[in-house]
């Protein structure tokens, strides 16, 4: 018994040694665990590298990036159509279309929608604008207009570039897995931006990363100068080229990059109702700004077991708060009213993902501010958080997480805030990303006022269109001459082209003048002549310029000889006949002193024997001896001058029409010599005049269907909606005209055009009671609000004004000069 009670004792012992030892071994671990956790402490603190932040591996010379681990993305920037502006049946449809767009994104993709606004070193846009001195005598008013065209740059968009960009990211073991899936996805994506109308393109590595350079970098004015090459010469890497001098990241809720501060905060979406206008006012704030959409779909059957739990967990909270209300004796259907509404609105959910085409997504909205100050910077997220506000959401600041919020601003394709949203398919497609196209051409483009909507400049170029010709529309003292001059003078000193204007009220003299061309007055007191029988050997297409020339002279004589009906076939027949022997001298040696003169016809009709022949010449005689004789001349004025007016103002009521026609001859003639060589604008002014006499509408008709093709450029200036859709044949003029300025429009009128053109209530808007220089542009299939306040107080002003008390003033002060000149 006392042994047995030692060797327990001995046990005891020895399990109690055994107890110290390993009680010592977990002593040493957790000093070892404690150790270590310092050491991580310190290397968190220790001071990391402005390009250990920028978040991202590898950027590709393709647009592939390696973001992180196993992340791969790839970009594409894409631009606007107009949706604000749209009938109501196409914003259904464009939305439709977006959210078939979005239901395309399975949860294998994450997707970012990146919204940058940011302020550009303007001199891609001066550029554009550009117009250099060319020491000649035109050079005051060309570089007054230059100084126009700048003052309107700065009052536009205040240097601010809007780029619009969608960042795909999937994950894959490698770079030779991940490259054909998101070659793939990118064509699917350009393939949906397609059927929503919406242009677009892949970034190749350069473009994604001048994107994190401009970003990172937004004080610095210097250009991003980037190629893979210069990697090998220099040892440096791509982060190199888009770091900025510092990331400081010490304060709570903002953060320093360079000179730069700069906030990150999250929308937080309360409202019940969202509406499609949130993002686009966001948009449209003048300050630098970065909006993001992160979206994450999720797998269709998670989220339906999802929501079928949640409802679960509402009836069961329904059933506990009837038991608890019959257990305190009170009715059990009475109970928190939350539970209803919460219990409704899943019910809903479920309904539209199982039945209604809805998937399920989870957005980060992510706005990013930046400025030179703090008080700057506080101003812009105050400007922000008031639309929120207005929206019934809340813009609220990261908290400690200005890092992981700057990097997720950049189109990478990582969301690293873990702040998200779950909405369904139509909630997130209302942040619809389309707003209001813009127009801002390269090349030989011309001023039109600023976009009524975004208040960046419209510069475009006439000749890029399909078909150039044009119509400048409007009501009695709403702008069309001042447009049209406005244009000629642009064109002037822009482009080399021939400017042609047809002038009934002689209201362009002054401008023609003051750049040096020729007017031409025509009346039966003038000493201007045009020879309505002049021709040139390029007239027609073929190597018969006789053929197009007839068709001219048949419409003269139809209207000379005043014949509703037309001239007969007998009559035509002889008119043809002659037309070889009126030629053949100068056919047969082409000098001007050879050209001949309605005279001639007018003599070899009255030789034919035909009884036509002398009813034609008889209708003919009062034009080549009578009291109207003015067009039996040769042409004795300059028409080989840059910019040729013809002022017909003077021409009575039988001459007119003849006047009309025969320089729209004039303007053929100049066509084909110019063929090949350079354009030629046409400018026809008070046009439904010729729209109302058979024949110089047929002529008319005939320049709208052939001229693009020998480099002419027409516009026809009216306010009478009416003649232009006359007939099936006018309407001609209308359908092949891809150039419209608009301006206000009567209210007949307006209801005419909304029906031909298909403008939306919203459009039409910009034309009903609209002040001066303001209206809709038709460029293609793209339509504009724009608007144009001419400076009165430049010279050009008073030469393009056709106000009668402006105009007044205009001739007293040229009067004044004169007479002081006379001295």
Known sequence: MQEN????????????????????????????????????????????????????????????????????????????????????????????????????????????????NHKSSM????????????????????????????????????????????????????????????????????NNFKILGVPAYPLNGVERLQILYETFNPDVMTDFQFDYGSMIRTGLNTKDYVAPTSFVFR????????????????LQILAPELTDKMLAEFLDIDKN?????????????????????????????KI???????????????????????????????????????????????????????????????????IAQKYNCVLKRLDYQQEEGLMSSVPLGVNHIPIKRALTTTSTAIFVPFTTQELFMAGESLYYGLNALSNNMIMVDRKKLKNPNGLILGTPGSGKSFAAKREITNAFFVTKDDIIIGDPEGEYYPLVHALGGQVVHISPTSKDYINPMDINMDYSDDDNPLGVKSDFVLSLCELIMGSRDGIEAEEKSVIDRCLPLVYQKYFADPKPENMPVLGDLYECLRKQKEPQAQRIATALEIYV??????????????????IVCFDIKELGKQLKKIGMLIVQD??????????????????????????????????????????????????GITQNIKDLLASREIENIFENSDFILMLNQAAGDRQILAKQLNISPYQLSYVTNSGEGEGLLFYGTTIIPFKDKFDKNLKLYSLMTTKPEEVEKREKEMEAEKHEGNR
Request: charged share 30%.
């Open 5 to 116: 009670r030692k060797e327990e004792k001995r046990l005891r012992k020895k399990k109690n040694k055994k107890t110290v030892a390993d009680t010592g071994y977990k002593k040493v671990d957790r000093k070892e665990k404690k150790k270590k956790e310092k050491q991580e402490e310190k290397r968190r603190q220790k001071k990391l590298s402005v390009q250990q932040s920028i978040a991202y591996k590898e950027m590709g010379r393709d647009g592939i990036c390696r973001v992180q681990g196993k992340t791969y993305s790839k970009c594409i920037r894409f631009y606007d159509i107009n949706y604000q502006l749209a009938q109501n049946e196409d914003k259904n449809a464009i939305f439709e279309n977006w959210c078939d767009f979005l239901n395309y994104f399975d949860a294998s993709i994450h997707f970012q929608l990146s919204f940058i």
């Open 123 to 190: 001199k891609e846009f001066e550029q554009v604008i550009q117009i250099q001195p060319q020491e000649d005598a035109f050079d005051d008013v060309r570089m007054e207009y230059a100084k126009m065209l700048k003052q309107q740059l700065a009052k536009g968009n205040n240097g601010l570039v809007k780029s619009k960009y969608i960042t795909f990211a999937i994950e894959a073991e490698n770079i030779r897995e991940a490259k054909p899936k998101l070659e793939r996805i990118e064509s699917d994506i350009l």
């Open 251 to 266: 304060d709570r809720n903002t953060f320093q990059m360079g000179n730069t501060i700069g906030a990150v905060s999250y």
């Open 289 to 317: 700004l970065i909006v993001n959409l992160h979206v994450q779909s999720v797998d269709q059957m998670k989220a339906i077991k999802l929501v079928k739990s949640k409802v679960t967990d509402i009836n069961r909270m």
């Open 320 to 386: 506990e708060e009837q038991k608890k209300a019959v257990r305190a004796g009170y009715d059990m259907d009475i109970i928190p009213s939350d539970l209803n509404t919460y219990g409704g609105e899943a019910k809903r959910l479920l309904e539209d993902l199982q039945s209604r085409n809805e998937r399920m997504f989870l957005v980060t909205a992510l706005f990013l501010n930046t400025a030179k100050t703090k008080q700057a910077l506080d101003n812009a997220i105050f400007q922000t958080a008031g």
């Open 625 to 642: 001896n009578g009291s109207l004789k003015v067009f039996n001349h040769r042409t004795n004025v300059e028409l080989n001058n840059r």
């Open 666 to 715: 004039q303007v053929w003639n100049r066509v084909t010599i110019n063929r090949g060589i350079k354009s030629t604008r046409y400018y026809i002014d008070e046009f439904h005049l010729l729209l109302k006499e058979e024949q110089t509408a047929a002529y008319s008709v005939e320049i709208w269907k052939r001229f693009r093709k020998w480099g002419g450029i027409p516009s």
